[in-house]
């Protein structure tokens, strides 16, 4: 059995039809890719998956059990965790901060403990503090915890989105464009730390790239889309000679 | 012409300059005082006015003790200013600074070993210096005690819609609304329960039980505002939008309307002769209270999810949090406080009618809150204190009041645009703490070195 499976998702947006027909089966471990040009529709298949659209039409499995109009913060909560293509970050908060609140659904002292500062509420918060100062560790910015995210530079602004996905304990983390923006320093940092999350967090991941050479390195099965569709699925051998993502997608890049 | 301004801009900030270093050295010799240290020395200013205060203010032409820091006395009678300058400096300033200057190292080795026991007992010995100093101060004229009551009620009105302007980001007008349902409902519980009047006829419990079952009036009080919050939250917070500024206020004007045309409660003549007894220690206790439970619910992972929602709120949904939830649990948790200090404001006032709850009330809680600083606990503190204050110091000046106040509020606004303390967290330990280290270990390692 999948971890995750999309059968035939379609998604309109009034009459633009942004996905046709999507179909996707994420097994454990694995890291599959999802590439395609500007406006190809892969940012909108996140967010049918997470919950922030529900599909026109289409069916979505999570292991055995239907997510398909369930609230983003059930389908987070159930095993699905990721980030955003551009940052969206708490403007006000920490960074430890950011990966406490990501535990919220763990939380268990409830209101009682909120109001009261019970006990067990500084147990629990002083064990997801714990958590997310490892988490923090893993992604390199354990030093930053205490910073306000608006005073970070850009490439640890991606980290600490990775942590706070990574804190909602998923079974697949999905990552729009992990490497967007990034110079080249940078961009090998979040590479390792991509294969070093996967390696210790043993979860299967979804990204969204555009550049060939992360896809390449990282996956082990790449789907492009192309205007909503997908056109070609397989390894990054097989996706780097499929001559109609040369075409659509591989050709536009090496014009630009 | 470039060059002078920049000639002239320099100047400018040399004398800002100055007047930082001055103002630094002044506060020099204080900065190593504690809370501890400060509340001595209010202590020992506030003694000192029971004791010397009318003899002082006779001394210097007054006829009394001026009832808030002279302001009122001065807007009658210019003539007045240096006594009421020199009365203030003489009662008030002299003794806090030379006692919170001398007992510095004694208050913070004092502060010190409070804090070596859990940290309540610190807590406790605080809040009791500072209920002193508060009763002292307040229990010179009947006015003052009813001035401190008010403003202890507007800060726990403006820590409460705080919670949702401030730290949820949204912006509700429904805070007189709430108050209303608050100060009506726990004034019908008192009053059929433990009082014989004209509205509801004979007592049904003895009456000597009722101060005990205050704390139940109150909370019966807070629970009407929240089943009234209901109301605006389920339409609000169902989609995405800024429905909220308009349900909220129309809410407000229902709730007024409504209470208008309900005969049993007094219709708009009002009702009277509430039981008297929202006296300071109560009110004092209800808002450290309200102050406690906030500040804890806002430092918790589950409170700062409100920060979440309102800084990202397709983050916050990603990340686990039921944003829906949260909104509503905020929301009628802000609408239970104000119902508890409607119903302390009707026991304070022992009289209230719907007109009371209107947009005027409604201007000067959001006063307090923008005032004082979003998302914060120590902001609407100041907020309330400082409105409070000066609404009053400023009656004699009757309509104008509505000129300076909003024109104060205006430049605030410009140069603090989200109130004077915003965005800060409340930590007790923090404020608690010995300002400095005891002298001995100072040394040590000073001869270490
Ligand atoms: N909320 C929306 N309402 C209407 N149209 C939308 C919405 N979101 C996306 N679209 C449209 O759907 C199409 C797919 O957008 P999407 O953001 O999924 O593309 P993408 O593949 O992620 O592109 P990029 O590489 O630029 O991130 C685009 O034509 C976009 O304009
Ligand atoms: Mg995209």
């Not at chain 1, 901060?97 to 500084?122: C, D, N, Q, W």
């Not at chain 1, 030093?143 to 942590?163: C, F, H, K, S, W």
């Not at chain 2, 804090?115 to 807590?123: K, N, R």
């Not at chain 2, 005969?263 to 209800?286: C, H, I, K, M, Y």
Request: net charge neutral; proline share 5%; glycine share 8%.
């Amino acid at each position: 059995m999948s971890l995750l499976r999309v059968e035939n998702v379609t998604h309109y947006f009034g009459g633009l039809r942004a996905v046709h027909n999507y179909n996707l089966r994420v097994e454990p471990g694995q890291i599959r890719g999802l590439i395609g040009p500007n406006g190809a529709g892969k940012t909108t298949i996140f967010n049918l998956i997470t919950g922030i659209y529900t599909p026109t039409e289409g069916e979505i499995w999570l292991e055995d059990s239907s997510i398909v109009g369930l609230r983003p913060y059930e389908i987070a909560s159930s095993g699905l965790g990721r980030t955003f293509q551009n940052l969206r970050l708490w403007r006000h908060m920490t960074v430890l901060e950011h990966v406490k609140m990501a535990h919220y659904s763990k939380i268990s002292y409830g209101l009682i403990g909120a109001f009261f500062g019970t006990p067990k509420r500084h147990r629990e918060e002083a064990e997801i503090e714990e958590k997310a100062n490892s988490l923090l560790e893993l992604v390199e910015v354990r030093p930053l915890a205490d910073q306000i995210v608006t005073n970070l530079p850009y490439g640890a602004l991606r980290r600490v989105e990775m942590a706070r996905a990574l804190a909602t304990e998923p079974k697949v983390l999905f990552l729009d464009e992990p490497t967007a923006g990034m110079n080249p320093e940078e961009l090998t940092r979040m590479m390792d730390i991509i294969r070093r999350v996967h390696g210790e967090l043993g979860l299967a991941i979804f990204l969204i790239e555009h550049r060939m050479k992360v896809v390449m390195d990282l996956c082990n099965t790449i789907q492009t889309l192309v205007f909503g569709e997908v056109i070609a699925e397989g390894t990054p051998e097989e996706t780097q000679n499929n001559p109609r993502v040369i075409e659509a997608y591989l050709g536009e890049e090496v014009v630009t | 012409m470039g060059v002078r301004t920049g000639v002239r801009s320099g100047e400018l900030s040399t004398g800002r300059n100055r007047l930082g270093q001055l103002l630094n050295r002044i506060w020099a010799p204080f900065s190593q005082v504690p809370l501890l240290g400060w509340l001595l020395g209010a202590l020992i200013a506030v003694a000192l006015e029971q004791l010397l205060g009318t003899y002082l203010a006779r001394i210097l032409g007054m006829i009394k003790i001026p009832a808030l820091f002279g302001f009122a006395i001065v807007l009658k009678d210019l003539a007045l200013i240096p006594s009421a300058i020199l009365y203030v400096l003489l009662i008030y300033v002299l003794p806090v600074a030379v006692i919170a200057r001398l007992s510095a190292s004694l208050a913070n080795r004092l502060a010190a070993k409070l804090l070596s026991f859990p940290m309540w007992v610190s807590v406790i010995v605080h809040l009791g210096l500072l209920y002193a100093v508060l009763g002292l101060w307040a229990g010179v004229s009947d006015y003052r005690t009813l001035v401190a009551r008010l403003t202890l009620i507007g800060i726990m009105l403006t820590l409460s819609l705080n919670v949702v302007n401030g730290y949820m980001g949204e912006f509700s007008c429904s805070h007189p609304g709430f108050m209303a349902l608050g100060a009506y409902g726990a004034s019908v519980f008192t009053m059929v329960a433990f009082v014989d009047d004209r509205a509801f006829g004979p007592p049904l419990l003895p009456p000597a039980l009722g101060p005990f079952m205050f704390p139940t009036a109150l909370i019966v009080g807070g629970a009407t505002a929240a089943l009234g919050a209901t109301l605006v939250a389920i339409p609000s917070f169902r989609t995405r939008g800024d429905y909220l500024a308009i349900i909220s206020l129309a809410f407000t004007f229902i709730v007024k309307s409504f209470i208008e045309n309900l005969e049993v409660v007094g219709g708009p003549r009002g009702l009277g002769s509430q039981p008297d007894w929202a006296n300071l220690p109560t009110v004092f206790v209800w808002t450290v209270l309200c102050l406690w439970i906030i500040n804890n619910f806002v430092r918790s992972t589950l409170g700062k999810a409100l920060n979440a929602v309102r800084d990202e709120e397709m983050a916050a949904n990603a990340m686990t949090v039921n944003t829906r939830r949260t909104k509503m649990i905020a929301f009628l948790f802000a609408a239970f406080w104000a119902g508890v200090a409607g119903g302390l404001f009707a026991h304070v006032l022992r009289y209230i009618n719907p007109g009371t709850f209107g947009l005027q009330k409604l201007a000067e809680v959001l006063a307090m809150v923008y005032f004082g600083g979003l998302n914060s606990v120590a902001g609407p503190i100041v907020g309330a204190v400082s409105f409070n204050l000066l609404g009053e110091a400023l009656r004699p000046l009757e309509v104008y009041k509505w000129i300076i106040i909003p024109l104060l509020l205006i430049v605030v606004m410009i140069f603090r645009p989200t109130g004077l303390i915003a965005f800060r967290e409340f930590d007790v330990k923090n404020l608690l703490e010995p300002k400095q280290k005891p002298e001995e270990e100072v040394e040590h390692v000073a001869a270490a070195r």
